[in-house]
């Protein structure tokens, strides 16, 4: 009956029967150890969890405003995706990797930042504002973080029972999350147009593939890689991009834009299919991150709580995407002495994009629920096969 519901109804009320079934799964399971007894990610902003404040101290309200009440260093206002993920699997938050202070490694870390690259940067972080810590360095991170785990309990002279570390055969019962790109594809577009990225997004793909590569050859077994988002759907992108009327589409997004996105994402897709026959004993998972975002920029309302596609919560200017590049999230500026702020609505939970450029809770929320549920991964992959979730709150 559900399956012929799914397909019998339009691609857009697809998602929300998942995610129905999804809620209905994890809420009747009952509560046992998951297989996954950690969780190691590689990313962005769209999963930092704080690495880059902690680096770089300066972040401040509201984000955070929803869930935390405070501001824990993730560009949102309140959980990533990560989060959600790790709260169905049983799982604390993943402090990041270069968090000093509070951070507990027994379940995993997390080595993403906000505005990573996967291509090493060829610029300074305070002249286009790229992370230093790119794909390859947070792999050295995972490298130099394995090493020291195996050190510490091959040493005798290091005393037992109060490390934050996790036992050495952790590595084989991780679960390794990839949710980076972005920043690869949007921060040139500007100074080089889509046929200028297009022509460096294969190494992209293949710097992605090959770092899974040697994550496997540290023991890592299951592999979570999420495509790019339409970015062409980001308020940001619609007001700071130039374009013709005849680039957008009915439901606001770039045509352009979302377009070579998606031909990125077949490349990635593809890629990974190759990559597992090279990679035997891995579940090498591609998730459909696009797919999942574009039904909620599209249609908001055929999603319960949702109302706003194209328009930023937090922002200032009003109008239809309420996002002004010079006035980003939370910050102040004097304009003909005035002082001005760029403030957040008070539905956030009403929005999809939060900032202009990055998710609401609610929206990384539901597209969490169509990776519990399976249906939007290559190959078909419910984790509900491998563990009893927890409810997502």
Known sequence: MTLLLLQSSPPFLKIFVLVL???????????????FKAIFNFGDSNSDTGGFWAVFPAQHGPNGMTFFKKPTGRATDGRLILDFLAKSLGLPFISPYLKSIGSDFKHGA?????????????TSLFVTGISPFSLAIQLNQMKEFKFRVD???SSSSHPKGWTQLPPPNIFGKALYTFYIGQNDFTSNLKAIGIEGVKQYLPQVVSQIVDT??????????????MNMAPVGCYPALLVELPHR?????Q????????????????????????????L??????????HSVLLQLFQHPNSHAGLKYGTKACCGHGGGPYNFDPTLFCGNSKNINNK??????????????SWDGIHATEAANKLVTLAILNGSYSHPPFSFQNLCDLRPLD
Not at 110 to 122: D, H, I, K, R, Y
Not at 259 to 271: F, G, R
Not at 339 to 352: F, K
């Open 21 to 35: 079934l999804a809620v209905a799964s994890a809420a009747a399971a009952a509560h046992s150890k998951c297989e």
């Open 110 to 122: 997390n080595f993403a930042t906000l505005a990573s690259t996967v291509l090493l940067p060829n």
């Open 151 to 153: 050190e510490y309990h």
């Open 212 to 225: 899974i590569k040697e994550v496997y050859k540290l023991g890592g077994r299951t592999f979570v890689v």
């Open 245 to 249: 009327s005849s680039d957008i589409d």
């Open 251 to 278: 439901y606001g997004c770039f045509i352009s834009y979302n377009k070579a996105v998606s031909d990125y994402n077949v490349m990635l897709k593809k890629e990974l299919e190759q990559a597992r026959r090279a």
């Open 280 to 289: 035997p004993k891995a579940s090498l998972l591609y998730f459909d991150t």
């Open 339 to 352: 002082i001005l702020t760029a403030t957040a609505c008070s539905d956030p939970y009403n929005y999809v």
